[in-house]
């Protein structure tokens, strides 16, 4: 762990704060430690500067989406980290989405926040102790917010399965780590991945009776002008993603859950296990009936790239990308002036439902492979999809990716391998790239959102009452919620193929984790489902080959883009940093390294 150095943070504190006006004429470079902690702009910089290192963008892992390294999309960077993963580049001295000592070091500025920036030295408000107060304890619930966010992204990434049948987290860390402490890493092991699990929950409910639901009115403190910070529903949501990750099969020791293959597992305490999926649907049901969350909405996807200055009530935790272009240039096809980095594959095109709710592999679908967008499909595929014939956004002009076509590998070499550009995130404002008149939008991130809540309750009530079953204390099944979900968000409204795969629980699970594909696409949460779910990592990218016949109509043909050869079962763990198991020997790694 590297020990958090002060002047890292005040160097550029005053970037982060932007509405601090400093009477004094000292030079940034000048201000000491002591200064820091009397001084509350820089103060609370010091807490901005964990917010700016956790809010990415949401394609963050060298310009690309981390769902490139999934079976839902590929990335043409062959050397960004996403693409590297894709092809099983782990190893023990290299893991490229590792986030190790990152996190470690947003810790130690937590913790240092909480130390010295909430003392009787440092005011927030000159003029009235209640008002200064008031600002601490909002202060110091979004800090414990954040240490809970840091810790789970360390258990998400590194919590596993070792090879003795143990299911460890990682080392749990709730103060300052002392020079000292640093240079005895012995001193330090890897907790239970139960006890990250109760830490986190423990950090969140303590944040949720520090902080607001939610922001909103004139109030200076707990006010609209606070919006996008840490509120009680995003600490909600992220102790309910916490309990839905310790409930997944990947997460069990041996005595619960064993791990056969890739893809297969025996569930050896049925009890146990069913146990861990009833913790997740009775909190998820308490946080369902909190103001603000007992209604279900679609995703608007103009929030998404276009967003205003009034929070969109779908975000609970979101970041706020700025007003650029960077999206668009990094993901828009070549011909439009972008560079087509992450593209939608086929698999992920095969998942969305016809709106009559049948998959397209369904006769009943009324799918037509020789015209296959000809099909009225789920809402969400053109919310995720640009695909052959569709208009480009406000553009007079259409997708084309046949041989000779504007969007095709023919002209430009940086063009779509799979016959698909992304749509989600992207502007659909005419011309918005065009040279020497570049356009400008505000992007969001949703990092947490309503919809995981009302999903990941529907996860946890199938697996622990059944599909139709409505649990003790609940007011709604996991059925439900599906068909909610389905009718608003994919506008789905016949439910004769959702009442079949609701005649098991283990049919209706594989309906819902595919409900979480297609609603979360691209906001970078299918790489850690696969894992956590045990699912086949090494699905091939196909993606779709369009030419044109002699009498000029489109010819379809699904082809393979792409092999994932992540086949063995330590991808579904990550490596933890080599140079930190040489230093400690009490570091045991994940299964398989």
């Not at 010091?46 to 700016?52: E, M, W």
């Not at 917010?145 to 399965?161: E, P, T, V």
Request: net charge negative; glycine share 8%; hydrophobic share 35%.
């Amino acid at each position: 762990m590297k020990r958090f150095r002060y002047i890292i943070v005040l160097a550029w504190v005053t970037g982060i704060v932007s509405a601090c006006t400093d009477l004094d004429t000292k030079m940034n470079n000048q201000w000491s430690v002591d200064d820091t902690w009397t001084n509350a702009e820089k103060a609370q910089g010091v807490l901005l500067s964990v917010y700016q290192d956790v809010l990415t963008v949401p394609d963050a892992w060298d310009g690309n989406f981390l769902d490139a390294a999934t079976d839902n999309a590929m990335t043409r960077v062959y050397d960004s980290s996403v693409y590297r993963a894709g092809q099983g580049g782990f190893s023990r001295t290299n893991n490229p989405l590792g986030n190790w000592s990152a996190c470690y070091d947003q810790l130690q500025r937590i913790h240092t926040f909480l130390d010295n920036g909430l003392t009787d030295e440092i005011r927030y408000s000159i003029s009235s102790d209640e008002i200064d107060q008031a600002y601490k304890k909002r202060l110091r619930g979004e800090a414990i917010f954040l240490r809970a966010w840091c810790s789970f992204n360390l258990l998400r990434m590194y919590g596993g399965k070792t090879d003795n049948g143990q299911v460890l987290g990682y080392p749990i860390v709730t103060h300052y780590i002392t020079p000292e402490e640093a240079a005895h890493p012995e001193s330090f092991s890897r907790d239970s991945y139960e006890d990250c699990v109760k830490q986190i929950c423990y950090d969140c409910d303590e944040a949720m009776a520090l902080l607001p639901l939610t922001y909103s009115g004139g109030d200076a403190i707990l006010g609209d002008q606070a919006f996008g910070r840490a509120s009680g529903l995003s600490a909600a949501a992220l102790k309910v993603r916490t309990l839905l990750y310790a409930a997944s099969p990947a997460y069990q020791p041996d005595n619960i859950v064993r791990l056969n293959g890739m893809g297969d597992y025996t569930v050896v305490d049925e009890t146990a296990y069913q146990a861990k999926w009833e913790r997740v649907a009775n909190y998820a049901n308490e946080v369902l009936a909190m103001s603000g969350m007992k209604n279900y909405s679609a995703l608007v996807p103009k929030d998404l790239y276009d967003g205003g200055d009034a929070q969109s009530a779908e975000f609970l935790f979101r970041t706020f990308v700025g007003r650029n272009h960077g999206l668009e240039q990094r993901h828009y096809p070549p011909f439009y002036f972008g560079n087509a980095q992450t593209t939608p594959s086929q698999n992920l095109a095969d998942a969305f439902p016809a709106k009559n709710g049948f998959p397209i592999t369904d006769s009943r679908s009324l799918y037509d492979e020789t015209d296959p967008y000809d099909c009225q499909r789920d809402n969400r595929f053109d919310v995720n999809l640009y695909y052959q014939g569709r208009q480009f956004g406000a553009n007079s002009s259409y997708i084309d990716v046949t041989p000779g076509g504007k969007d095709s590998g023919y002209m430009n070499v940086n063009a779509t391998r799979t016959g698909y550009y992304l749509a989600k995130f992207m502007n659909t404002v005419a011309d918005f790239l065009k040279p020497l008149e570049e356009q400008d939008s505000r992007h969001y991130n949703p990092m947490l959102r309503k919809a995981e809540v009302w999903l990941n309750f529907a996860e946890a009530s199938n697996e622990a009452f059944g599909p139709k079953v409505v649990g003790p204390g609940c007011t709604k099944s996991a059925y439900d919620v599906i068909k909610i979900i389905r009718e608003k968000s994919g506008g789905i409204t016949d439910v004769t193929y959702l009442d079949e795969m609701a005649a098991s629980k283990e049919t209706f699970r594989t309906l819902i984790q595919n409900e979480r594909r297609i609603e979360f696409a691209f906001e970078n949460q299918r790489f850690w489902d696969l894992r956590r779910w045990l699912l086949p990592l090494n699905e091939p990218i196909y993606g779709m080959r369009v030419t044109r016949d002699g009498s000029g109509d489109d010819v379809f043909e699904v082809v393979k883009v792409e092999d994932r050869p992540l086949n063995d079962v330590r991808y579904y763990y990550m490596p933890l940093p080599y140079l930190e198991v040489q230093k400690n020997p009490n570091l045991i790694n994940n299964k398989g390294w």
